[in-house]
């Protein structure tokens, strides 16, 4: 019933403001110009991977406009000099052009960028290019049409179509984005705060316990999870889970079983002091999709082709050893056997036991904290941004550094 009365809340508001023509709260927003403009599926907040990543690309937002189509997570959103929610996300794409006509009317557009995950994101970003014939980069880190449904190919082509500058979040992105639409797509993949990231290798704590490992980010399905718990329900070994959210949504779980099973919810914390708690674990655990078709479409596409943020955060912050559960194929997974961070294993606690096992000799320790230090400054957010405008004036990449890092398979790193 709260849900209910929450989404008849939100109609309301919506239906309000739409009566008026203009957002419920545009009169009290001041438009920067010129400005940028930034195309999200929801708020740009920290408790979930894109609004982290996007927050700590574009650090300095104050010219930018944080355009949304949907709210998920009813926290307020502080992201960019200004920032409007579409109030219904099913609009017709001549609504949304008035809307983006309301909402723009008053400054003057430079460049656009869009993430595109639900089917009004594109209609969004599409409007605003057309209507001030700017520079447009898309930025896939969530799919929604290769191998999930949510935008159409229609709808997807119109807009890598349109766009000078089209990005991906990993090498398996960029590689199914690329054999769909037949078009060049170049890589960004999950940056960390410059200040945060380590590049020479950070020594073994004393003391720390060789059974508590770490787990940092959202747990995406239930399936997951429950997979988790079994794996280490009397395994000897136990997880602190630094989640996102302080109350996980749409994961069903008793906090009180959930550590009798070896894995204890903490409370989130800021990035900035992530590192420090790191330190004092021994290896990290980051739990990916079986990619059998169990899971939901959705939840499948997420693992098999977007890099979970957390994973080069741990590598360039923390150098603590992966252990990725789930297929060997998800992006998780390839990026750790791509660069000897760790091992992937089945969700099997005999396997996982073994697998620790050999990753916490001290010999293997040491490389995979020299593997990862050499890596850690080419993860760093420090110029992201400027990397992402020179791109997009230039129609390509301005610089190979991450096509160097993280080359398509059977490709020799490319020389600058």
Not at 186 to 212: N, Q, Y
Not at 385 to 407: F, K, N, T, V
Request: proline share 8%.
């Amino acid at each position: 019933m709260l849900i209910a009365e929450q989404a008849r809340a939100r109609l309301r508001s919506a239906v309000k403001a739409l009566r008026g023509g203009l957002p419920a709260n545009f009169n009290s927003l001041r438009l920067p110009s010129p400005a940028d403009v930034v195309v999200t599926p929801c708020e740009v907040v920290d408790l979930h991977g894109t609004g982290i990543l996007v927050s700590r690309i574009f650090r300095e937002c104050s010219s930018i406009i944080s355009l949304r189509t949907s709210n998920f997570y009813d926290v307020p959103q502080t992201f960019g000099a200004a920032n409007f929610c579409l109030p219904l996300a099913q609009m017709g794409r001549r609504d949304i052009d008035s809307w983006v006509k309301w909402w723009l009317n008053s400054t003057k557009v430079c460049k656009i960028i869009c993430l595109p995950y639900l089917p009004a994101d594109p209609l969004v970003a599409l409007s605003v290019k057309e209507m001030f014939d700017v520079p447009l980069c898309t930025y896939i880190m969530d799919d929604k049409n290769v191998c999930a449904e949510g935008i159409s190919d229609a709808l997807m082509e119109e807009l890598l179509a349109k766009s000078s500058l089209r990005l991906v979040i990993s090498p398996e992105m960029r590689a199914a984005y690329e054999e769909k639409y037949c078009m060049k797509f170049w890589l960004v993949p999950p940056l960390a705060l410059e200040e945060l990231i380590s590049r020479t290798p950070l020594p073994v704590p004393e003391g720390i316990d060789p059974h508590r490992g770490v787990l940092i980010g959202n747990v995406w399905g239930q399936r997951w999870l429950d997979m988790l718990r079994a794996t280490f329900r009397g395994s000897g070994y136990q997880i602190d889970w630094y989640c996102n959210q302080k109350n996980p949504r749409a994961l069903v779980f008793d906090r009180a079983d959930l550590e009798q099973d070896g894995i204890r919810l903490l409370d989130p914390v800021l990035d900035t002091d992530l590192p420090a708690i790191l330190a004092k674990y021994p290896y990290a655990i980051m739990p990916s999709d079986t990619l059998d078709g169990q899971s939901p479409e959705a939840i499948q596409a997420i693992a098999e082709l977007s890099l979970p943020s957390r994973i080069p955060f741990v590598t360039a912050t923390s150098h603590l050893p992966i252990i990725v559960l789930g297929s060997p194929k998800s992006a998780a997974a390839r990026f750790v056997t791509r660069f000897g961070l760790g091992e992937v294993v089945p969700y099997k606690t005999d396997a996982v036991r073994d697998a620790l096992g050999r990753v916490l000799k001290p010999e293997s320790v040491s490389l995979i904290r020299k593997r990862s230090a050499e890596i850690a400054g080419s993860f760093s957010a420090r110029d992201a941004a400027e990397w992402i405008w020179r791109s997009l004036e230039l129609g390509q990449a301005c610089d190979l550094r991450y096509e160097r890092l993280m080359p398509p398979a059977g490709v020799d790193p490319p020389a600058l």
